[in-house]
């Protein structure tokens, strides 16, 4: 199998790290929120901008571009360049937010330093602000469902077996393709159930969420990086 590089990008390496740890993130951050914990908006609002960018660069690409195209894969442009685009934005928006209220704190003379009360004030500004965002990001996590069950239906995700390690395994396509789609489909859960737990603060459902996103997170940020090994591997195979 010879590929031509020159005429494609593949950069789902960096997209699936960011995804994983942007879900991470979103988690901690959460946590410590409930806990009443100090909180610097302005690091928050730092670490959700890095992988927000990112996302938004590189998932905005392959969206417009369809790179993966070029090689033979143009439905990987749907599946990995519009997600990963719909999730840089909202942690951009997110990022943005976390800095104004930043902002805010210190020209109201408040110290960086959250008491329980700031954060439980912080914590239900939070959830006014983000509930409406959060419709599309249910919206976004019913398209992650149709893609987990695209991915099934139509055994999708397998490495082609010049494709060191996941290559191993490229003669049962539904094991990668049932380990990819569900990882997009706890992450979809998790993004469905967003609405209800800002409007309710349902200790359950954000305990679902919780499972999800720590899940899905974890296994996206080593699969990313073991893409790093695996994909400089399938270019020198095919080149």
Same mark, same amino acid.
């Given at each position: 199998?010879?590929?031509?590089?020159?005429?494609?990008?593949?950069?789902?390496?960096?997209?699936?790290?960011?995804t994983?740890?942007?879900?991470?993130?979103?988690?901690?951050?959460?946590?410590?929120?409930?806990?009443?914990?100090?909180?610097?908006?302005?690091?928050?609002?730092?670490?959700?901008?890095?992988?927000?960018?990112?996302?938004?660069?590189?998932?905005?690409?392959?969206?417009?571009?369809?790179?993966?195209?070029?090689?033979? /894969?143009?439905?990987?442009?749907?599946?990995?360049?519009?997600?990963?685009? %719909?999730?840089?934005? =909202? @942690?951009? *928006?997110?990022? #943005?937010?976390?800095?104004?209220?930043?902002?805010?704190s210190?020209?109201?003379?408040?110290?960086?330093?959250?008491?329980?009360?700031?954060?439980?004030?912080?914590?239900?500004?939070?959830?006014?602000?983000?509930?409406?965002?959060?419709?599309?990001?249910?919206?976004?996590?019913?398209?992650?469902i149709?893609?987990?069950?695209a991915?099934?239906?139509?055994?999708? /995700?397998?490495?082609?077996?010049?494709?060191?390690?996941?290559?191993?395994? %490229?003669?049962y396509? =539904? @094991?990668? *393709?049932?380990? #990819?789609?569900?990882?997009?489909?706890?992450?979809?859960?998790?993004?469905?159930?967003l609405?209800?737990?800002?409007?309710?603060?349902?200790?359950?459902?954000?305990?679902?969420?919780?499972?999800?996103?720590?899940?899905?997170?974890?296994?996206?940020?080593?699969?990313?990086?073991?893409?790093?090994?695996?994909?400089?591997?399938?270019?020198?195979?095919?080149?």
């Amino acid at each position: 199998m010879h590929i031509d590089w020159s005429v494609t990008q593949v950069y789902n390496t960096i997209m699936s790290v960011a995804t994983g740890v942007g879900l991470l993130m979103l988690v901690r951050f959460g946590g410590l929120l409930r806990s009443g914990q100090r909180i610097s908006l302005e690091g928050w609002a730092l670490g959700f901008a890095v992988p927000g960018f990112i996302l938004t660069l590189t998932g905005g690409h392959m969206t417009l571009t369809w790179p993966l195209s070029k090689i033979g /894969f143009p439905f990987d442009d749907i599946i990995f360049g519009e997600p990963s685009l %719909a999730f840089g934005v =909202m @942690l951009l *928006a997110g990022a #943005i937010f976390l800095w104004r209220s930043s902002l805010m704190s210190l020209e109201s003379g408040v110290a960086a330093k959250e008491s329980k009360e700031q954060s439980a004030s912080l914590m239900t500004h939070l959830a006014e602000a983000v509930h409406p965002l959060s419709y599309f990001a249910a919206a976004m996590g019913l398209a992650l469902i149709s893609i987990g069950i695209a991915g099934m239906y139509y055994q999708l /995700f397998a490495a082609p077996p010049e494709e060191p390690i996941s290559g191993r395994f %490229a003669d049962y396509p =539904m @094991l990668e *393709a049932t380990f #990819i789609s569900m990882l997009y489909a706890l992450t979809g859960l998790g993004a469905i159930l967003l609405p209800f737990s800002l409007a309710k603060g349902n200790p359950a459902v954000l305990a679902i969420i919780k499972f999800c996103w720590t899940i899905t997170g974890i296994l996206f940020t080593l699969f990313g990086a073991l893409n790093y090994f695996t994909h400089i591997g399938l270019i020198l195979n095919t080149m």
